[in-house]
């Protein structure tokens, strides 16, 4: 998602009764197991007679209280940190990749800050702050700024600056920041007690999130002189690159290798001094320890694990891979941060291309997924076996937490789990067919679709179609895709797939020699489709291809990806899902703008417009979970995208270097790099 903080709802008794309703003890999510089902044999990884362990230990389920005073802390020291994937760009206003936020994130600051492990919203840029005419069409939030922040080029933060960043963004439509213009209508300085008045363009539900948390803090004297912020590179303006109020500078940005930050002097930046931190049970004032933090550019996730083995970087972003885990646990001086995942893996359709703007087809081949294969065999039992696209770390708002069922379990969550036959790792074929030849689909009603009971929608929401919007049979297979697998091709309303739609599905994914595991899972999965009769061809893509290729141009079939960095609040689906948020969207800036709805859903195959956008505008804590929980269900049914996986977060560590990272929060290497950074120092 755009940036770290991602906030609640609320600033005084109505947030304490937000933060009850949502469940904010995201970090109970207990570790052990995984919810993945399946008959198949749980040691043998088939075609390998190689066994596996899957990740059963207990977990320590709480953060730990902290007990270090900051004038014990060692200050000083290079982290080095390893990153698999280029970071884009130094222009924080166009970057849309994770790798140059977290080197970004660290220099920019908001007005309010996420309280990692509560999520409960706190002071930050803006002191307090007052929601006014909250029954009005356009609420108004009225707030104070602190007074005692500079900019790391040595000038004063000021008021203006931050009426100037939210005009900018604002003003220009900035496509990476749209929660600022869609949901702020304007800041101006207040003519009474308060320091600046924010109005809204709606009601907005989480207003202290998606309007006081929305804008980073940009500089006047810096941003006025930018008439054209899309082609703005602050590293080509400064020696220290982009200007921010945060505490890191970005010394070094060279996208192919390495960047750096160096952090500021601790009376430079006092926001991790405040008094809620300081007070903090889990936290430690007085951060940043580190002088700088240093990251390394590997291009492939192996030589990225390879790379932390040997000891050649301190810690990388996201998980170890699962085949280091053991090793990393026995070798002296490597450790493991657990955390939760803050958002998914996910394979996405394009609905706007036929046939795949069906609900039916996009449910048939979700069955062929084999989820058991990669999450015990593959990932050894260090993923969850995905269904809804909100993270069961942040579990407030998904269906089974609001609808009173046990979180990652029971049927109404595994409607689309792989079909396969009996006890073998074979697809149920015939039962495939008969699910798309039937015209079925799973719209929310209960019944027994392909072979499995389903017990019917946990929220009562019903999928877009209630049956299929083709006629499909299934006859001589016409396309080479098929030779050797499959004497029957799919046909749609009586033309072979491959000829109605020009060729096989293709599927856009990782080159398998970056992610070897996910490359045995997908070829797995299109030869699973293949014996349906689903002409399906694999094309590995670099990560900034695919990103262009999917987010600006819409060109594909299906992809993989993943999101990060999502929020407990559910209002992450508005970005992925909403109709605003595809590229058709965008007028005559289609294709220039990053589309976080990439699949076009809202637009084509289905739609959750008006449920999002009633559950964005809801008030009321506890009814505004129930609504997100059912937009989030019928995403779900509708399925622009096959949730693939949720991470059980193993950051690693260089243990005999560094210590003071928090552990069992959300994301610890992206979503709360932040406060992992501010956390982190020497052993001595």
Known sequence: MPHRRNRSDGANESRRKFLKASGTGAVALSLAGCSGGGDQDPTTTEGTGEETEADTTTEEETVEKRTEDSDSIPRGGTLTYGMAQNPDTSNYLTSGSVYSAVALNLIYDFGVEIDPVTYEIQPWVFTDWELQNADADQPEIAFNVRDDLT????????????????????????????????????????????????????????????????????????????????????????????????????????????????????????????????????????????????????????????????????????????????????????GLVNGYDSGFSYAAFNCRREPLDDVALRQAIAFAWDDYYWTQQLQQGYVFDGDFAQSPGYSGVRPESVFDGELLEGAAAEAFKFRGQGDSADPDVESIRSFLENGEVIDGSSGTFAGQDYPGS?????????????????????????????????????????????????????????????????????????????????????????????????????????????????????????????????????????????????????????????????????TRNEKYATAIEKVYLDMPYMVRDYDKQRWPMNTADFTGAIANIVDPAYANWFWEATHIHQTE
């Not at 001094?273 to 590997?298: K, M, R, S, T």
């Not at 070829?523 to 694999?538: C, D, F, H, T």
């Not at 990806?561 to 605003?580: A, E, Q, Y």
Request: aromatic share 12%; glycine share 10%; with cysteine.
């Open 458 to 622: 946990l929220s009562g929401v019903s999928a877009s179609q209630s049956e299929s919007k083709y006629n499909y049979t299934f006859d001589t297979a016409q396309s080479s895709n098929l030779d050797g697998v499959s004497d029957v091709e799919l046909y749609v309303d009586g033309e072979p797939l491959s000829e109605f739609k020009g060729g096989p599905i293709s599927i856009l994914m990782d080159p398998p020699g970056e992610n070897p595991k996910q490359g045995q899972a997908f070829e797995r999965w299109a030869e699973n489709l293949r014996k349906v009769g689903i002409p399906i061809k694999l094309e590995p893509t670099g990560f900034n291809t695919m990103s262009d290729m999917v987010y600006y141009n819409a060109d594909y079939d299906m992809y993989e990806m993943g999101w990060g960095g999502t929020n407990p609040f559910g209002t992450s689906i508005r970005s992925f899902f909403h109709s605003n948020f595809a590229k058709e969207a965008f007028g005559e800036n289609e294709g220039e703008q990053f589309a976080y709805n990439s699949t076009g859903y809202g637009v084509a195959g289905g739609s959750s417009d008006e449920l999002i956008m009633d559950a964005y505008g809801e008030m009321d804590p506890e």
């Open 151 to 334: 900019w790391n080029d040595g000038e004063d933060f000021t008021i203006e600056d931050v009426i100037f960043s939210h005009d900018y963004i604002i003003e220009n439509e900035v496509g990476e920041w749209s929660s600022v213009w869609n949901n702020i209508e304007s800041v101006e300085e207040d003519s009474g007690d308060w320091d600046c008045r924010m109005t809204l363009t709606q009601q907005i539900g989480t207003w202290d999130s998606s309007a006081l948390g929305a804008c980073p803090m940009l500089p006047q004297h810096i941003w006025s002189e930018v008439d054209d912020f899309q082609s703005y590179d602050p590293m080509a303006e400064r020696e220290n690159g982009p200007v921010g109020t945060g505490p890191g500078v970005l010394t070094t940005f060279r996208p192919d290798t390495s960047m750096q930050i160096q952090f500021r002097d601790a009376e430079e930046y006092p926001l991790t001094d405040l008094d809620w931190v300081d007070e903090h049970d889990n936290l430690v004032a007085g951060g940043p320890f580190l002088d700088q933090v240093n990251f390394q550019i590997y291009g492939e996730t192996a030589a990225l694990t390879q790379a932390f083995m040997r000891g050649e970087v301190d810690t990388h972003y996201g998980s170890l891979d699962t085949d280091k885990i053991p090793e990393a646990q026995d070798t002296e001086g490597l």
